[in-house]
C-alpha cells in the first residue's frame, strides 16, 4: 500500500509554503488558522521532519520544507491542470486560468469572484496565484495576470490595461491611534509598518508631505495582507492601497490617517494583462471589463 499523506494536509502545506503565512492560506483554502497549522503539523508528524520555521507573523520553509515543496508543487500543478482536462472534456464549459499575487486573491479579488460568476454563469474561473508573476510566452497553461506594482514590458504580442490608480493611505487602528495624546501628530509617535514588496515606500509618502521619515527600526512584511493584517492588530500604521483594506475599513478595524498638507500619494498599483489571441480574446475581454468595473467601484477615500 502506497503511504501517500492526506491529500488536505499536501494543499494545507502548498498553500502556506506559496503564501509564507498559515493565515493567508486559511483565508484562501477557507479554514481556520488554526486547521492549517494542525494539518501542517499531522504532514510533518508523518514525513517525520519539521517543514517550517515558524516567526511571530509568518512562517518560511527549512531546508526540508523547500525540498518537499520543490518537488510537490508541479505534481500538485499537474494533478490540476488533469483534473481540468478531465472535466473539460465531460463538460466543454469555457474557462479562464487567472494568475495574481496573494494579497489581490485573498483581499479584493476572491471576495468578488461571485458576482463575475453570476454574470457569466458559462465561464469558470480558476485562479492561481504568486508573488512573482509568470511570463505568459512560457506559462502558456495561464490565460491572463493581473501583476502588482508594475506592468510587463512592452511587448505587442500582450495586451496590457491599468486597473486604475490607487491612493496609498495610512492605515492604523482606532484602539492604537487612541493612544495618542492630544494634538500629538501620529506620523512622528506612532510606529510604522514597511510593506517591502509595494512600489510606494514611507520614505515617499514624508516626502510628498515635506518632511523626513523619523529614524529607527520598523517591523516590516512582504505581503501587503500581512501589513494590513499587522495594523489591524495594533502593531503601527501601514501604508497600504485601500483595496487590501477594503473588509477592515468597513468594519471599523482601521481607519484611514489624515496627512499633515492633506496630499495622497497615487499610483498605478494593478495591472491586467493577456496574450492577444483571437481562441480566448472574448473570454478574456469578459473579464478584463468586469475588473475594470469593479476597480472603479472601489471606495479609496
Request: hydrophobic share 40%; with cysteine.
Amino acid at each position: 500500500m502506497r503511504s501517500i499523506p492526506n491529500f488536505a494536509w499536501l494543499r494545507a502545506f502548498e498553500s502556506a509554503a506559496r503564501l509564507e503565512s498559515f493565515s493567508m492560506a486559511a483565508d484562501e483554502l477557507h479554514l481556520t488558522p488554526s486547521a492549517i497549522s494542525h494539518q501542517v503539523k499531522s504532514l510533518e508528524t508523518h514525513l517525520g521532519r519539521s517543514l517550517f520555521v515558524r516567526h511571530n507573523r509568518r512562517v518560511s520553509l527549512n531546508s526540508h520544507g523547500q525540498e518537499f515543496y520543490r518537488e510537490l508543487a508541479p505534481l500538485l500543478d499537474q494533478l490540476a491542470r488533469l483534473c481540468e482536462e478531465t472535466q473539460g472534456q465531460a463538460s466543454a464549459t469555457p474557462a479562464l486560468t487567472v494568475h495574481c499575487a496573494p494579497s489581490l486573491a485573498v483581499k479584493w479579488l476572491g471576495p468578488r469572484l461571485h458576482a463575475f460568476m453570476r454574470e457569466h454563469p458559462g465561464l469558470a474561473i480558476h485562479l492561481r496565484t504568486d508573488a512573482t508573476p509568470p511570463d505568459l510566452h512560457q506559462a502558456t497553461d495561464i490565460d491572463c495576470v493581473i501583476s502588482y506594482a508594475h506592468a510587463p514590458r512592452h511587448d505587442p504580442r500582450l495586451v496590457v490595461e491599468s486597473l486604475h490608480p490607487e491612493p496609498l493611505l495610512p492605515l492604523c487602528s482606532p484602539k492604537l491611534y487612541a493612544t495618542l495624546a492630544l494634538h500629538q501628530p501620529w506620523y512622528l509617535h506612532l510606529p510604522l509598518i514597511d510593506s517591502t514588496i509595494s512600489p510606494v515606500s514611507w520614505a515617499d509618502w514624508f516626502g510628498s508631505n515635506g518632511m523626513a521619515p523619523p529614524p529607527g527600526p520598523r517591523l516590516s512584511f512582504d505581503r501587503g495582507a500581512m501589513a494590513v493584517a499587522a495594523a489591524v492588530d495594533q502593531l503601527g500604521v501601514t501604508l497600504e492601497t485601500v483595496r487590501f483594506a477594503e473588509r477592515e475599513l468597513a468594519s471599523r478595524e482601521l481607519l484611514i490617517l489624515p496627512a499633515p498638507n492633506e496630499r495622497t500619494l497615487q499610483r498605478e498599483m494593478h495591472f491586467f494583462y493577456y496574450r492577444n489571441q483571437r481562441d480566448t480574446l472574448k473570454r478574456i475581454e469578459h473579464l478584463r471589463d468586469w475588473l475594470l468595473r469593479e476597480a472603479s467601484l472601489t471606495p479609496l477615500r
